[in-house]
């Protein structure tokens, strides 16, 4: 868990603009911290919270000493003044009682009322909502009118991946300030420091792939897709021997066995063609150095590997529009491996 802003790794633009309005005392009460998934954001949200708390360094800092009594009972969750709120266990929105409190409690408890008393161990209560596109209705209007009135003391950061899945009337009364995707060197570390991965070369692969979140290298490192990668990858490398109708079935078969959902298959195709595409590139690069050291593009020569590459490559990115499309996975991963195979074919007869 991320303790100090140190560990934290990008978003120091975004820190420097709170740090600057809590310079000119121009804090607001609500903000949007917007941007891709497993970027930090909700970590972001966790240390400006404690940086309010901290008793080591004054508020204009923005910084957190880790060692005081508020930053060491922030992180034992036990900090009266500080409330989060996310999506229960097993359920797929934000209920109301976690905002309002439950029935029979209405008002009484929840998000709401918490931050109308008043701080009982610093100057401000903070609260953070996780997850807060998916406030349902109900939730979303209860919230609206501690927005519509904050108390003075408060502070409220509202996490999500798109302000525009939030009531307009909620993001009409918060700041939105947008979090961008981490740095390929920031992702490589965070996988090295945190034992995500186990090499360098891992981490410097995922980092190329995973478009600067987290969230989707650790969906890239998964066990199943990973295998997966490795039985497509050795057919590929069969070349004309290729037998595309038994690579459908085995990506397609391997992919509904890993997802619970139609959305989470479509997820998978679409990791499992990033790879494909990745090598496809990585095997570009090295005839393009006249690199023959792959047994595949040795194999190829550099004038027919280009020529063949090339137009895989175009029908991989094309095969993950189909996806986003919302063709069916099957056919997809059916024609784009028949046109692979008829790819290799043509390049065994020149
Ligand atoms: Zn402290």
């Known amino acids: 868990m991320t303790t100090t802003w140190d560990q934290l790794k990008g978003h120091d633009e975004q820190r420097e603009l709170f740090r600057r309005s809590l310079q000119r005392g121009r804090l607001s009460h609500a903000y949007v911290l917007a941007g891709p998934e497993g970027i930090g954001?909700?970590?972001?949200?966790?240390?400006?919270a404690q940086s309010v708390f901290c008793r080591n360094h004054e508020l204009t800092e923005l910084q957190v000493c880790g060692d005081c009594r508020?930053?060491?009972?922030?992180?034992?969750?036990?900090?009266?003044d500080y409330i989060e709120v996310g999506v229960p266990a097993g359920k797929t929105a934000i209920p109301i009682?976690?905002?309002?409190?439950?029935?029979?409690?209405?008002?009484?408890?929840?998000?709401?009322?918490?931050?109308?008393?008043?701080?009982?161990?610093?100057?401000?209560?903070?609260?953070?909502?996780?997850?807060?596109?998916?406030?349902?209705?109900?939730?979303?209007?209860?919230?609206?009118?501690?927005?519509?009135?904050?108390?003075?003391?408060?502070?409220?950061?509202?996490?999500?991946?798109?302000?525009?899945?939030?009531?307009?009337?909620?993001r009409s009364r918060c700041q939105v300030v947008r979090f961008f995707p981490l740095s390929q060197p920031d992702v490589q570390q965070i996988l090295l420091t945190q034992?995500?991965?186990?090499?360098?070369?891992?981490?410097?692969?995922?980092?190329?792939?995973?478009?600067?979140?987290?969230?989707?290298?650790?969906?890239?490192?998964?066990?199943?897709?990973?295998?997966?990668k490795t039985s497509v990858s050795a057919q590929l490398e069969q070349m004309e021997g290729m037998k595309p109708l038994k690579v459908a079935a085995t990506v397609v078969g391997g992919i509904e066995e890993m997802s619970s959902s139609t959305a989470e298959q479509r997820q998978n195709a679409q990791w499992l063609l990033r790879f494909v595409a990745d090598a496809i590139q990585q095997r570009l690069r090295a005839l393009a150095k006249g690199d023959l050291s792959d047994a595949m593009t040795k194999r190829l020569g550099v004038r027919n590997g280009l020529d063949l590459l090339s137009p895989m490559l175009e029908?991989?990115?094309?095969a993950s529009r189909?996806?986003?499309?919302?063709?069916?996975?099957?056919?997809?991963?059916?024609?784009?491996?028949?046109?692979?195979?008829?790819?290799?074919?043509?390049?065994?007869?020149?």
């Open 70 to 80: 508020a930053c060491r009972s922030f992180h034992a969750n036990t900090w009266p």
């Open 41 to 48: 954001k909700r970590q972001f949200a966790r240390l400006l």
């Open 315 to 318: 029908r991989t990115i094309a």
């Open 322 to 350: 189909q996806i986003d499309g919302s063709s069916p996975v099957r056919l997809v991963m059916e024609a784009f491996f028949d046109e692979v195979a008829r790819m290799f074919r043509q390049a065994a007869k020149r």
């Open 97 to 170: 009682a976690a905002i309002a409190g439950e029935d029979g409690k209405r008002g009484r408890e929840g998000l709401c009322y918490e931050l109308s008393m008043a701080p009982q161990a610093s100057d401000r209560r903070v609260a953070v909502i996780n997850d807060a596109g998916l406030l349902n209705t109900e939730s979303a209007n209860a919230l609206l009118k501690t927005l519509e009135e904050p108390p003075a003391h408060s502070l409220i950061l509202l996490v999500c991946d798109n302000p525009d899945t939030l009531l307009p009337t909620i």
């Open 195 to 228: 034992e995500i991965v186990e090499s360098e070369a891992e981490a410097a692969s995922i980092a190329t792939l995973c478009e600067g979140s987290l969230e989707t290298a650790r969906q890239l490192l998964s066990p199943e897709l990973r295998k997966l």
